[in-house]
Antibody, heavy 123, light 110 residues
């Protein structure tokens, strides 16, 4: 069974940094592209960033480009999101999601999701 | 950037058929994926590649995508189908990949 467990969320002041982690299990992690998707409480879903299985291709939403950095450690079955220069509008649940096709990237569905970790940016 | 438009709400009586639309420019040329999200839970993939059903999703869920509109159809609606539903596509029109979600449709089972 696929499991994705996010951690690292919390309350942070504007302008500060936070690093999210996602621990993956139940599938061959190094075969799949992985993504971060966020959701402001009570609002819709917003794709944040994605990374190919081999980290050779990375993409970001315009809203976070230059501030957020996605990375992965296949040896540790882990996905990360380094968030710098945080703003109030970054307040959201952050979900880790797996893309559905082996080796594919930026073309498929998000077939497994974690439960999310809440990031609150406030002074 | 690419925009997907969904009605904010829909309602249906138990046993009836719910149809939730997702509109976008030339949407029929893209693969559309649909997610169900119940309160306090993570999204769940219910339809992918326009009309395929992941393992474990009931046959009552189906999808189509033609022209500028994709449709998620839920037949014989049950109380447990009450949830928010989101469509999603990948847009490659800019210099970098971008995934886009619709604004979501809240389905109420009367």
């Amino acid at each position: 069974e696929v499991q994705l467990v996010e951690s690292g969320g919390g309350l942070v002041q504007p302008g500060r940094s936070l690093r999210l982690s996602c621990a993956a299990s139940g599938f061959t992690f190094d075969e799949y592209a992985m993504h971060w998707v966020r959701q402001t409480p009570g609002k819709g879903l917003e794709w944040v960033s994605g990374i190919t299985w081999d980290s050779r291709s990375i993409a970001y939403a315009d809203s976070v480009k230059g501030r957020f950095t996605i990375s992965r450690d296949n040896a540790k079955n882990s996905l990360y999101l380094q968030m710098n220069s945080l703003r109030a509008e970054d307040t959201a649940f952050y979900y880790c999601a797996k893309e559905d096709v082996v080796g594919a990237a930026f073309s498929g569905a998000f077939d497994s999701w974690g439960l999310g970790t809440l990031v609150i940016v406030s002074s | 950037s690419y925009v997907l438009t969904q009605p904010p709400s829909a309602s249906v009586a138990p046993g009836e058929t719910a149809r939730i639309t997702c509109g976008g420019n030339n949407l029929g040329s893209k693969s559309v994926h649909w997610y169900q999200q119940k309160p306090g839970q993570a999204p769940v993939l219910v339809i992918y590649y326009d009309s395929d059903r992941p393992t474990g999703i009931p046959e009552r869920f189906s999808g189509s995508n033609f022209g500028t509109t994709a449709t998620l159809t839920i037949s014989r609606v049950e109380a447990g189908d009450e949830a928010d539903y989101y469509c999603q596509v990948w847009d490659s029109s800019s210099d970098h990949p971008d995934s886009v979600f619709g604004g979501g449709t809240k389905l109420t089972v009367l």
